[in-house]
DNA sequence: GGTGAGCCATAGGCGAACCCTATGACCTCC
DNA sequence: GGAGGTCATAGGGTTCGCCTATGGCTCACC
């Protein structure tokens, strides 16, 4: 068992395969040679174990397995593609044409998804991509050191144009064991507001909008711990003894994975993530598609 | 531009870096030496074109654009690593002990969720996986071929124990440039009825569920296209002309990246995900296992 | 029934990429 | 000032993957 994980072109090669019905076919595609894709298929098998191509003079089927194999290949390289468009627009080396900056939130967890969007609809696109808190993303637009921002939670400033792109809430999670995992009535703000938390650092767009919400009931306890970042939020949530408050968009994929259960509130967390541009300057045409593209998930 | 998908080795030690914090402890858990992880960290940063990584003498921290792709990459490799133990269970070699067997739709969109999940319960699990559709799981049931089984649609027949596990819904969707993408009013069962669809082949599980809601209204149109797996009738709906019926777990992704629009309806096509096993059998304590962590997405 | 086109696998040779060990430079803390 | 931690570079060896060339096989079409 020399390498664990599997090879992404392979699974490329795999798609391909699958959508050709022919080695040669695909190899072509890939800009490969045939002999290369037939050992990149056998050394995918053998590295998997399963069988996946039923490989004949006429061509390759895929067996049942390859059938679900490369459906699952397919998940994979979606991430993958949008990891690297991602990665590309944050490439600041040629300043693209359009520069975009958002939130974390977005920047996380939407933007890649449009970015794969946006190639398909405007493949020509240049696109310089910044992260930064809310508060600076406005920064960077009045200072006309960005075409375009996302942001996240409070209303944009007046002297910007606006428009919702998608909504997010912020949910309550807490790791499978938690006694709140049982918990059925949904839990009261002030039971919120008295527990300490794992929570984002002060001055983030999550622990604005939550400490904002809990106002009226006393704000928020003094937090078990703070983290800068949502990931280690996250699995100190997983593993921890505390609850979290944290986006709905960063928790769903552990919440399908069982390894956070989502705690039902009273407490409306809801916040709509908002482009937001310069009053009186024209939009870019490739502004106006990622809008576009954007508004497409609302 | 050697390369364009990155190496999933290298987002594995990306996140060992970002959990760790030094380049030596990531090679340490990756078991490569920690020059190798050094050079690896370069190639990859090389390859996206970003600098990922801050490196002092007291460790390595992560860039801004860093953070970001750390958890793009744990994005990909959630995919992979559910890739990996579902092709896992694929392999037949030595029969497992909980022989699985489940419907395509479980199959491909939510047993490598429970299959990574379940390691982590019960990491000494040894699962066989077998695909089938509803009707040949009963029989392997009843054949004493399978020790457990995932089906759609119709209840479970008399002589079998079954449970609900989740939930699954069919949508119609169509690509954006369709007409019904910018329908408002919600589709009347009649027009469904009436409309030529791509659909899968009779007898899926899919194509019964519709069959059966749309009896009232005069049963299904003939197909403009019937097909034998999710994946081309994907394909078919985001660049054809007429509308599909599908899982909307197959769906999801294309909806979110806007490459297909949901049309709303007046039929309800709900369905429930269940579990089936033979009555008077006791379930080995992997098969508990794993119902409970298929509920968990209930 | 034969012929050609398309498919796949094997063989051989080459090149690049990767890894490991050893070493050195640097910072931090004691 | 030394010890323990960090990271980078250099050198050597091996493995892996690719490509070209070739052969066997099936199918379709004449």
Redesign the pocket.
Known sequence: M?HRLP?L?ALELLVA?AET???????ARQ?????????????LERRLGVRL?V??????RLTSAGLVVTDWARAVLQQAYALVEGAAALRARQHGRLRVTASLTVAEHLMPGWLVRLREVDPGVHLELNVANSTLVIERLRAGEADLGFIEGRGAPRDLHSRAVARDRLVVVVSPDHAWARKRRPLRPVELATTPLLLREAGSGTRETLEAALTPYGGVAEPVLELGATAPLRLAATSGTAPAVLSALAAADEIAAGRLVEVPSELPLDRVLRAVWPRGRELPDAALHLLRVARGSL
């Open positions: 020399a090879d072109e395969v019905g022919s080695l040669g076919q695909a190899a800009g490969i040679s045939q002999p290369s894709a037939s050992a990149r298929m056998s050394t191509l490989r004949s003079p006429s061509g390759s």
